[in-house]
């Protein structure tokens, strides 16, 4: 019976914490009413960093997935040597700090003086910039693919993993090509987990801050202070004190992020339906 | 405990090793069998070559600039060593204030106690409130668990300026423990858990554990806990690598130097570096970064065995 309660105890309290910020958010914000919705819903620059954001989580992430899947496929059918460790190596980014990444794509980024703009201006590319603001997008994509594809790699081939052999082994029986056994029956078979997968990294997306904020010390100007929307709701919330307007746009994000969630969820539903 | 239990705690290290990389070939399907032209392996290994130089590239110029002075990071080649040999220099100098910002070190033992105590406490509570929601059927159970989804859907990024206000207003701001609380209630590791258990523990095996006559705290602690081991090792895993790289909350919530964790503490510094030339902040930067990949590296690869990746997938598969 302790330990039951323990159990009510620990969820409630839990619930309640939970509860609690929602509840101070919103007493925050019913001084003024919808006032502050009104100027986030028709901020130019927070959906403009909005639409930022999607369109990186958009090259991104089907980028990222098709590198991770690829490689996945690659170590569960064993068609590399060696793939114990190369696994290990891809996994190694997930163990530095965004912060750190961001830090030292930036050095190699570095306008002046970083090793890559100076191979561009050898090869023939003059004042080349990794980090103008053309270029600033593909910049922060390549520095995530570098962060998150030996995760996602990693858990995609657990997903293999589990594929059942003897499916495998029949098709092979049947002398059906391997491009038509990975895309025609493993493919189908781990979809539940790139949804997931696909789920998790638009989350992580629109969340984006630590490397533009990072990435704003090597290149000044390029990073607005509302680039992207966390980053707009930080100088907004804590760097001009505006806090209720703050608080207004998380929720306002929020709403995209539970938004996104719920339709993702619906979408897999649906598909397993279908099957 | 059965037989093969007691034969896996008694090999060694090196057995261990060798058993499971046996069973993993034997478990894979022979790569002759799928009919594929000659080089193919050749090439496929060439590719994962390239990504893996990819990968290692950013930290192999970390690790060789952490060697350098700030004139050489700048004016060297990036991929070759230049002397003089600063890193000593450098790595002393990460536990002086250099440049009144604050001192690395302890930036860095910060880290260590949040993500310890938040990792800890978070397996914990992952640990009881999973097991709970799995093996025992409560009034609210469901309404409980459709608010554990929710906090999963709400990252912590942007719970963090709403609980900045609700800190302001309870005297959490520079409170260590307003940076380790949040930090704890990590809702994945609850759900991690919850499905771990499901899949793990059969009900059977209680339900034999209470006819015995066991108390309820003494089941959860002998029969499940040791059950749940790889999973709860997952929890801390992720929690602890979590609270390690998390950079927005504390970044909102301390003004006060000495609290920093390491990554915020040298966010402070990459923005005073180009402006205060004298102090050498650079060098101290890539040195710096270096330390804190270190022993999350070092951590990953002893607890290696324990991660379950799939974890993450059994959950929302299901």
Same mark, same amino acid.
């Given at each position: 019976?302790?330990? +039951?309660?323990?159990?009510?105890?620990?969820?409630?309290?839990?619930?309640?914490?939970?509860?609690?910020?929602?509840?101070?958010?919103?007493?925050?914000?019913?001084?003024?009413?919808?006032?502050?919705?009104?100027?986030?819903?028709?901020?130019?620059?927070?959906?403009?960093?909005?639409?930022?954001?999607?369109?990186?989580?958009?090259?991104?992430?089907?980028?990222?997935?098709?590198?991770?899947?690829?490689?996945?496929?690659?170590?569960?059918?064993?068609?590399?040597?060696?793939?114990?460790?190369?696994?290990?190596?891809?996994?190694?980014?997930?163990?530095?700090?965004?912060?750190?990444?961001?830090?030292?794509?930036?050095?190699?980024?570095?306008?002046?003086?970083?090793?890559?703009?100076?191979?561009?201006?050898?090869?023939?590319?003059?004042?080349?910039?990794?980090?103008?603001?053309?270029?600033?997008?593909?910049?922060?994509?390549?520095?995530?693919?570098?962060?998150?594809?030996?995760?996602?790699?990693?858990?995609?081939?657990?997903?293999?993993?589990?594929?059942?052999?003897?499916?495998?082994?029949?098709?092979?029986?049947?002398?059906?090509?391997?491009?038509?056994?990975?895309?025609?029956?493993?493919?189908?078979?781990?979809?539940?987990?790139?949804?997931?997968?696909? +789920?998790?990294?638009?989350?992580?997306?629109?969340?984006? +801050?630590?490397?533009?904020?990072?990435?704003?010390?090597?290149?000044?100007?390029?990073?607005?202070?509302?680039?992207?929307?966390?980053?707009?709701?930080?100088?907004?919330?804590?760097?001009?004190?505006?806090?209720?307007?703050?608080?207004?746009?998380?929720?306002?994000?929020?709403?995209?992020?539970?938004?996104?969630?719920?339709?993702?969820?619906?979408?897999?539903?649906?598909?397993?339906?279908?099957? | 405990?059965?037989?093969?239990?007691?034969?896996?705690?008694?090999?060694?290290?090196?057995?261990?090793?060798?058993?499971?990389?046996?069973?993993?070939?034997?478990?894979?399907?022979?790569?002759?069998?799928?009919?594929?032209?000659?080089?193919?392996?050749?090439?496929?290994?060439?590719?994962?070559?390239?990504?893996?130089?990819?990968? $290692?590239?950013?930290?192999?110029?970390?690790?060789?600039?952490?060697?350098?002075?700030?004139?050489?990071?700048?004016?060297?080649?990036?991929?070759?060593?230049?002397?003089?040999?600063?890193?000593?220099?450098?790595?002393?100098?990460?536990?002086?204030?250099?440049?009144?910002?604050?001192?690395?070190?302890?930036?860095?033992?910060?880290?260590?106690?949040?993500?310890?105590?938040?990792? @800890?406490?978070?397996?914990?509570?992952?640990?009881?409130?999973?097991?709970?929601?799995?093996? @025992?059927? @409560?009034?609210?159970?469901?309404?409980?668990?459709?608010?554990?989804?929710?906090?999963?859907?709400?990252?912590?990024?942007?719970?963090?300026?709403?609980?900045?206000?609700?800190?302001?207003?309870?005297?959490?701001?520079?409170?260590?423990?307003?940076?380790?609380?949040?930090?704890?209630?990590?809702?994945?590791?609850?759900?991690?858990?919850?499905?771990?258990?499901?899949?793990?523990?059969?009900?059977?095996?209680?339900?034999?554990?209470?006819?015995?006559?066991?108390?309820?705290?003494?089941?959860?602690?002998?029969?499940?806990?040791?059950?749940?081991?790889?999973?709860?090792?997952?929890?801390?895993?992720?929690?602890?690598?979590?609270?390690?790289?998390?950079?927005?909350?504390?970044?909102?919530?301390?003004?006060?130097?000495?609290?920093?964790?390491?990554?915020?503490?040298?966010?402070?510094?990459?923005?005073?570096?180009?402006?205060?030339?004298?102090?050498?902040?650079?060098?101290?930067?890539?040195?710096?970064?270096?330390?804190?990949?270190?022993?999350?590296?070092?951590?990953?690869?002893?607890?290696?065995?324990?991660?379950?990746?799939? $974890?993450?997938?059994?959950?929302?598969?299901?």
């Amino acid at each position: 019976m302790i330990v +039951f309660t323990l159990f009510m105890v620990v969820p409630l309290a839990y619930a309640i914490y939970e509860s609690l910020y929602t509840t101070k958010l919103i007493g925050g914000t019913t001084f003024s009413g919808f006032a502050n919705y009104a100027t986030v819903l028709e901020s130019g620059a927070f959906w403009g960093g909005v639409i930022r954001v999607v369109v990186f989580g958009v090259i991104q992430i089907p980028v990222m997935l098709a590198i991770a899947f690829f490689f996945a496929t690659v170590f569960d059918l064993g068609l590399a040597r060696f793939g114990r460790i190369f696994r290990a190596i891809f996994f190694i980014p997930f163990a530095v700090p965004i912060v750190v990444s961001a830090l030292m794509w930036g050095f190699l980024f570095d306008p002046a003086y970083g090793p890559f703009n100076r191979v561009m201006n050898a090869v023939g590319f003059h004042n080349f910039n990794w980090l103008s603001a053309s270029l600033m997008v593909p910049s922060i994509i390549i520095i995530a693919i570098w962060e998150w594809t030996g995760y996602n790699c990693i858990i995609l081939y657990t997903a293999l993993k589990s594929v059942p052999r003897d499916v495998v082994e029949a098709a092979i029986l049947d002398d059906t090509p391997l491009w038509k056994i990975i895309l025609r029956i493993k493919l189908p078979l781990v979809r539940p987990a790139i949804v997931m997968l696909v +789920f998790i990294n638009t989350i992580g997306a629109l969340q984006l +801050f630590i490397e533009p904020n990072i990435l704003n010390n090597y290149q000044a100007g390029v990073i607005t202070t509302t680039w992207t929307p966390v980053l707009d709701i930080y100088n907004t919330a804590i760097s001009s004190g505006e806090y209720q307007l703050g608080a207004a746009m998380a929720v306002v994000l929020a709403f995209v992020i539970v938004a996104i969630s719920v339709t993702s969820l619906a979408f897999r539903k649906s598909g397993r339906g279908v099957r | 405990m059965s037989t093969q239990a007691l034969a896996l705690r008694t090999e060694t290290r090196r057995q261990r090793k060798r058993r499971e990389r046996l069973e993993e070939r034997d478990a894979a399907i022979p790569v002759e069998l799928y009919g594929l032209k000659r080089g193919t392996v050749s090439l496929l290994t060439t590719c994962c070559v390239l990504f893996a130089l990819f990968t $290692l590239i950013p930290i192999l110029w970390m690790i060789i600039n952490s060697t350098k002075t700030q004139a050489n990071i700048f004016q060297s080649f990036g991929f070759w060593f230049a002397s003089p040999f600063d890193f000593f220099h450098t790595f002393a100098n990460l536990f002086r204030d250099v440049d009144g910002d604050g001192t690395y070190f302890r930036w860095l033992a910060n880290t260590v106690v949040y993500s310890a105590v938040a990792g @800890f406490g978070s397996t914990v509570l992952a640990a009881l409130g999973g097991y709970g929601f799995a093996r @025992f059927e @409560f009034r609210g159970a469901r309404l409980f668990f459709a608010v554990v989804i929710a906090g999963l859907l709400v990252p912590i990024t942007l719970v963090a300026v709403p609980l900045y206000l609700v800190y302001a207003k309870v005297h959490l701001i520079n409170s260590i423990w307003g940076m380790i609380l949040p930090s704890m209630v990590a809702p994945v590791g609850l759900y991690l858990m919850r499905t771990y258990v499901d899949l793990s523990i059969p009900r059977q095996l209680l339900d034999a554990a209470r006819i015995d006559g066991a108390s309820e705290a003494r089941i959860f602690y002998r029969v499940a806990l040791p059950l749940m081991v790889p999973g709860l090792m997952t929890v801390l895993l992720l929690s602890i690598a979590t609270t390690w790289n998390n950079y927005i909350l504390p970044l909102i919530l301390f003004s006060s130097n000495n609290l920093y964790p390491a990554t915020v503490g040298m966010g402070l510094w990459l923005q005073h570096a180009g402006n205060s030339g004298d102090a050498n902040l650079f060098p101290l930067l890539v040195t710096g970064g270096l330390m804190t990949i270190i022993p999350m590296v070092a951590l990953f690869a002893v607890l290696q065995r324990y991660w379950r990746g799939g $974890l993450l997938l059994g959950g929302l598969a299901n």
